[in-house]
């Protein structure tokens, strides 16, 4: 199947743990995207890579790291984990000037 | 700065049409976007505005003024199945690299028998 598959689906973990995020699309699309949604559902974009380079890094902690390590991956490294940081993650993927984005189905991320 | 404003909550009926609005000011503009979103469920693509007017797309359709920071989401026929949330986003030239989408809050649509 084509698509944005990422995980694991859901993730608890205690605070102060160091957890990744793996996402991976087989779309042949050069740009992928990290967005956070909250409790109030409102998305908003973390990270984005074109063709394994970082070309938007919108205000997050340095907790957060991407890593690309080819055009079809981008993985979310969080360090020291804060309850704050429950969320769900979701990763997408686009032309760089295409239409749309197609959505990975999302990591439910649960820090306790 | 960028806003996207939508409203919270919506409810109607089966079978009837609803209209979701949506006001932008954004710093740059390339695309207007409408996706719906179930809940635990990714967003998926409904819609596509660039330039000014009337997009139909079955029961769905999305209207856009550049002019008027000014779009909506018309939903006809509506289904039980159409109860979801409806994201506007718009994108925006976020850098001489790329271009981001962002989103607006969302708005919850409630569809009854």
């Known amino acids: 199947d084509t698509a944005v598959s990422q995980t694991p689906k859901y993730l608890v973990t205690q605070m102060g743990n160091d957890k990744s995020i793996k996402c991976e699309q087989n779309?042949?699309?050069?740009?992928m995207y990290w967005y956070k949604q909250d409790s109030k559902k409102f998305l908003k974009i973390m990270f984005s890579y074109n063709n394994k380079e970082l070309i938007i890094n919108e205000t997050v902690p340095n907790r957060f790291s991407p890593k690309s390590p080819d055009k079809a991956h981008l993985n979310l490294h969080i360090n020291s984990l804060e309850l704050g940081d429950s969320a769900v993650y979701f990763c997408?993927?686009?032309?760089?000037?295409?239409?749309?984005?197609?959505f990975g189905s999302g990591t439910r991320l649960t820090v306790v | 700065g960028q806003n996207i404003d939508q409203p919270t909550e919506m409810t109607a009926t089966e079978g009837a049409i609803v209209q979701i609005n949506c006001t932008y000011q954004t710093s740059g503009f390339n695309g207007l976007f409408w996706y719906q979103q179930h809940a635990g469920e990714a967003p998926t693509f409904l819609s596509y505005n660039v330039l000014d007017g009337l997009e139909e797309k079955g029961r769905f359709s999305s209207f856009l003024s550049r002019s008027k920071g000014y779009s909506y989401l018309l939903l006809k026929e509506l289904q039980m199945k159409d109860s979801a949330s409806y994201l506007c986003?718009?994108?925006?030239?976020?850098?001489?690299?790329?271009?981001?989408?962002?989103f607006g809050k969302g708005t919850t649509l409630s569809v009854s028998s």
């Open positions: 779309l042949g699309h050069d740009t």
């Open positions: 997408a993927s686009s032309h760089r000037q295409g239409v749309g984005y197609t």
């Open positions: 986003a718009v994108r925006v030239k976020a850098n001489q690299a790329g271009t981001a989408l962002i």
